[in-house]
């Protein structure tokens, strides 16, 4: 395993293949664990921004929510809280501006489903306050304006459902006057889509009864079963209303995470593949060196079954300590990342890791099945007439 061949462009070539087989290793561990802290990122994003359990209609935007109701699912084992939701597109009009947004409107139990405090970047909720509004950053720097503004309100523009010719384009509008209680951000593409508000005053622009609802959104326990409060949920509901988990919400997030993670996976599984040819091929000169050597063994007693083992076993070997320095390096260069936040995605933000254990078993594994079969490739190129001739 250690000795040195006869011939220096041998031994140089062995040690471009040991090093590629450490570096191949490497590159596949950090990968993996670059694209579990993506992944851990997102979720973390997402179990702010979306509940754990999305109710709405199967068709229409409305569907009717009474009390009976809402006193049924708050009895739900493994359902902690839910809240109502309205949501409508709304115009946001400030000084000249003009913003299309979306409108959610929520009840005071929206703070119990969402960690709304997380997100905020300055400012307070409007905690049920009827005529008071949060905006994303996105919103708030596109009309220029900021909190706590009681001399200039924003103006909610909602136009009337109905049909019909306009005649009179005021009265083709609702349009309520609000004030600025807070700005959150999250993501670029949720801090330019809602503004949050009571539930009370978005029913007053879409002119609502009080039990219609867009959509209900509900927290569950860490230990709650899905499929029951699935089931109770359709029971309490009925069969005109869709239930979906944060996952289903995220269907298509997941999948193209997943997909892109197999995709660097197998790309860098064609690096170990290149990185093995090049053991094959110092295993093959390595038997060209130790002919003689073979040959002697052979006439020893030695089989040809028994000198193959032997090349074998060095592949392995080489294979087994050259992935274990791999992976122990990758540890380490993970650690400094989350450490030390060597490599930045943004001024303020560092490039996501996570270790994961069974990143280390997948790299592992995959680099010990080639190496089997590039072991077993450069062994049985040892032939018969290698040993007689």
């Given amino acids: 395993m250690f000795s040195r061949g006869s011939t220096q462009a041998i031994n140089i070539i062995t040690a471009i293949a040991a090093v590629g087989i450490i570096v191949g290793a490497l590159s596949l561990f950090v990968v993996l664990s670059a694209f579990d802290g993506l992944k851990n990122l997102h979720l973390e994003y997402t179990s702010i921004a979306d509940p754990d359990v999305k109710v709405y209609a199967a068709q ?11 006193q049924q699912i708050a009895s739900i084992k493994g359902l902690t809280s839910f809240s109502s939701i309205v949501e409508n597109q709304v115009i946001l009009n400030f000084k000249q501006k003009r913003q299309n947004a979306i409108i959610k409107g929520v009840d005071a139990n929206y703070v119990n489903v969402i960690a709304v405090d997380s997100i905020l970047d300055y400012g307070n909720w409007f905690d049920g306050k009827e005529f008071y509004i949060v905006l994303g950053n996105q919103i708030s720097n596109v009309l220029s304006i900021g909190i706590n503004n009681y001399e200039t309100p924003l103006d909610l523009v909602m136009p009337k459902a109905g049909k019909g010719q306009i005649t009179n384009l005021m009265d083709a509008f609702r349009t309520e006057k609000v004030i600025v209680s807070g700005i959150y951000q999250l993501t670029n593409e949720m801090d330019k889509k809602y503004a949050f508000t009571s539930i009370t005053l978005a029913r007053k622009l879409l002119n609502l009864d009080k039990n219609k609802v867009s959509h209900i959104e509900a927290r ?16 309490i509901l009925g069969p005109d209303v869709v239930i979906k988990s944060r996952i289903q919400l995220n269907d298509a997030m997941y999948k193209m995470l997943n997909t892109e993670n197999l ?18 091929g110092a295993m093959i000169m390595m038997i060209i060196d130790k002919k003689r050597n073979l040959q002697t063994l052979h006439k020893l007693g030695a089989s040809l079954k028994k000198i193959r083992l032997i ?6 070997l080489m294979t087994i300590l050259g992935g274990l320095l791999g992976v122990f390096l990758g540890v380490i260069l993970i650690k400094i990342q989350q450490a030390t936040s060597l490599v930045m995605i943004t001024p303020s933000l560092a490039y996501p890791t996570k270790l994961n254990f069974l990143n280390g078993v997948i790299v ?23 040993l007689v001739g």
């Fill in 311 to 316: 090349f074998f076993l060095q592949g392995m």
């Fill in 263 to 280: 995709i660097v996976y197998l790309l860098f599984t064609l690096v170990l593949i290149v990185a093995l040819f090049s053991l094959i």
């Fill in 364 to 386: 592992l594994g995959t680099l010990y099945v080639l190496g089997i079969i590039a072991s077993s490739i450069a062994s049985l190129s040892i032939k018969k007439e290698i």
């Fill in 60 to 70: 229409g935007k409305f569907f009717e929510f009474t009390e009976a109701q809402k």
């Fill in 220 to 235: 569950l326990a860490p230990d709650a079963n899905y499929g029951f409060i699935r089931t109770r949920l359709t029971e």
